[in-house]
């Protein structure tokens, strides 16, 4: 009898570190990915070039949070690729521009990016600069507003809306 209540005390003690070193084990042998940041641009536009020396490509960071009958986007170029800084130059409700003066090695460059999936973002290229629009004209829909806008981390970045 003492036999057996020693082995069940010792099962007792057994059983469940087993158990927890098994699953230490397993979680140990799986990889884990952790979700991050966003480190690259999600979007990429093609940039047509007429003349001199253009970046291939220009990239976006957006964002989009929806909501019941719309959605806030926020858009990041990524300038910094091509330019040193941004300034905002021109803005409404609906229009907002930045020019960034172009690196030596893209100076010479005359071109713009086109795209039909995106017609409300454009880079246009010229006289030295680049220049950042989001035209919320553009798009066919009742309510879209610009209610942010600013240069972050030498990017433009542009926050707005669009309901149904």
Known sequence: MDNLLQLKLLGGILCPLAVVGTMYASAQAQPQSVPGPISAPNVTMNVQTKAGTCPQTVGLWWLTLPYEGGAEHTVVADTRAFA???????????????????????????????????????????NKQAYFRVDLQKINAPGKLINY????????????????
């Open 84 to 126: 040193n800084s941004s300034k905002l130059v021109s803005s409404n409700k609906q229009f907002v521009e930045f020019v960034s003066p172009l690196r030596e090695d893209y100076a010479s460059c005359v071109g713009q990016t086109q795209s039909q999936e995106y017609p409300f973002y454009t880079v246009q290229f010229k």
């Open 149 to 164: 806008k600013t240069v972050a981390a030498s990017r433009p970045y542009v926050r707005w809306a669009i309901a149904d």
